[in-house]
């Protein structure tokens, strides 16, 4: 009888998906968002996004060339992805070079140093961020009033999340539809939730996310943000204070397009819940208690770090594998 098995190198599920056009898929999804913050801020957004994307794709590049050689990787988008988001992270009048040194830090520490794609443990565009936000808290926290859209005064150069923190407006004084529609100070990427919303279903269609993640860390964050509500207030902001934690701050950006890179989040669906639950809780205790008023990258990086522990513990069952339990 023939040999009906045969042995060969993985893999051995093919998809016509590759590394390109999951990396365009998301970089169409972030085009609605663009647009919004365009409109919002004007062209300093197209400015700060393109700085952000040559930089990481040349640093990309010159890494590769002089110092780890073999053949170059800007090809497949991951850079051109890496620029975007770390603009979306930045408020739109920043400095050229602040973007410049978030791109090296992104691209050279976050992501060149672990050997490229695939290796780095944390998220590149969020340790970017997180170390301008260190270095330069003034220019990272300091936001252009937006061109639409009316505001009490005590919004002038902060977000809605620090004016709260700061009590210099009240919750009721918060515009829910502008912050639902982009028109609300704030990082480039964070200020419009329905275009965001929009991006995630598209990948959502296009199977480039699972809905585990965005939902854990949103559902999380709204159960959190309700309990704390009703031990602490009654009612309008039983009800508001949800609402405004969703649509505040990076929320929306963080759990969409952050929290679902493949290389920093678990494999399988228990544990991208597990994880998406951790961010959403180490999210609003960093918003209520903590001295930063937005904890959404704080959290997405400390999750990646527990990443390789969930992928250990939490895993299917093997194929054939049966219990001996009775």
Known sequence: MANKFFVAASPHVHSPQSTQSLMRD??????????VSTVVYGIDVLRVTAIAVVSCVLIEYLIQRFLIGGASTIQNLSAVLTGVLLAFNLPSDIPWWIIVIGSVVAIGVAKM??????????????????????????????????????????????TPLAALKARAVELGDVNLLHMFTGAMPGSMGEIAALALLAGGIYMLW????????????????????????????????????????????GAMLGAIFMATDYVTSPMTPKGMIIYGVGIG???????LWGAYPEGMSFAILLMNSVTPLINKYVKPRRFGLTSNKK
């Open 281 to 287: 809780v180490i999210t609003m205790i960093i918003r």
């Open 26 to 35: 998301v970089l169409l999804a972030l085009l609605p968002a663009l647009a």
């Open 206 to 249: 296009r199977r480039v996310i699972t809905w585990h993640i965005p939902v854990a860390v949103l559902g999380s964050m709204a159960v959190f943000a309700f309990i704390v509500a009703a031990f602490t207030g009654g009612g309008e902001l039983l009800y508001a204070m949800p609402a405004f934690h969703l649509l505040a701050g």
């Open 113 to 158: 140093t672990f050997g490229g794609l695939g290796h780095n443990p944390f998220n590149p565009a969020l340790v970017g961020r997180v170390f301008l936000l260190i270095a330069y808290p003034v220019q990272m926290t300091s936001f252009p009033q937006p061109s639409m859209g009316n505001y009490v005064d005590a919004f002038a150069g902060a």
